[in-house]
């Protein structure tokens, strides 16, 4: 069945870049599904940060769009976020999904990214 | 954008109790609402599916129901394991999702 691992640095310095990739196992991206990433800050609920097709296609949350970039390489059948100018506030547990609209989500692991000097 | 409220934001319950927990969009969304467990370390796991539809795995305790914009979540009869957090989620507008803010439900 499909599989979902993200992978990435768990401490990034304020004002740079948090860069994460979802690598996928059990299903090819480019057969089709939305891929996305979202996250949850200690305590809090679930937000989402945005959605990739495998043709490329984007869409993101109004209030990260500024700051987000998700692309996708299916040749590696895998995603990747990257959050630009980041703060304390981005510190959370960032999820990579496979989103479906009559299916629910399938989520990976998820991965603590803390925002510290 | 699609906005989702949960209520109640927590409640404490008793093993053996019937729980519900509700779910409401701001506009009508069809039969596109999942629902998720999470347990603190671990990932939201999904519980039901198309508002109504059990996911493989799930015990016959959690059933949903509902459409357009008002859903519910019931627990027949709530286990030691069921206490955790418990998030719906909006998939009409996929790719661009949306989560309820969670209920938490904890041992009386």
């Known amino acids: 069945q499909v599989q979902l691992q993200e992978s990435g640095p768990g401490l990034v310095k304020p004002s740079e870049t948090l860069s994460l990739t979802c690598a996928v196992s059990?299903?090819?991206?480019?057969?089709?599904?939305?891929w996305g990433w979202i996250r949850q800050p200690p305590g809090k609920g679930l937000e989402w940060i945005g959605s990739?097709?495998?043709?490329?296609?984007?869409y993101y949350n109004p209030s990260l769009k500024s700051r987000v970039t998700i692309s996708v390489d299916t040749s590696k059948n895998q995603f990747s976020l990257k959050l630009s100018s980041v703060t304390a506030a981005d510190t959370a547990v960032y999820y990579c999904?496979?989103?479906?609209?009559?299916?629910?989500?399938?989520w990976g692991q998820g991965t603590m990214v803390t925002v510290s000097s | 954008d699609i906005q989702m409220t949960q209520s109640p934001s927590s409640l404490s319950a008793s093993v053996g109790d019937r729980v519900t927990i509700t779910c409401r969009a701001s506009?009508?969304?069809?039969?596109?609402l999942n629902w998720y467990q999470q347990k603190p370390g671990k990932a939201p796991k999904l519980l039901i599916y198309?508002?109504?539809s059990l996911q493989s795995g799930v015990p016959s305790r959690f059933s949903g129901s509902g459409s357009g914009t008002d859903f519910t979540l019931t627990i027949s009869s709530l286990q030691p394991e069921d206490f955790a957090t418990y998030y719906c989620?909006?998939?009409?507008?996929?790719?661009?999702?949306?989560f309820g803010p969670g209920t938490k439900v904890d041992i009386k």
């Open positions: 999904a496979r989103l479906t609209p009559s299916l629910g989500c399938i």
């Open positions: 059990g299903y090819s991206i480019s057969s089709g599904y939305y």
């Open positions: 990739i097709y495998h043709s490329g296609s984007t």
């Open positions: 506009q009508s969304i069809s039969s596109y």
């Open positions: 198309a508002a109504s």
């Open positions: 989620q909006q998939s009409y507008s996929t790719p661009q999702v949306t």
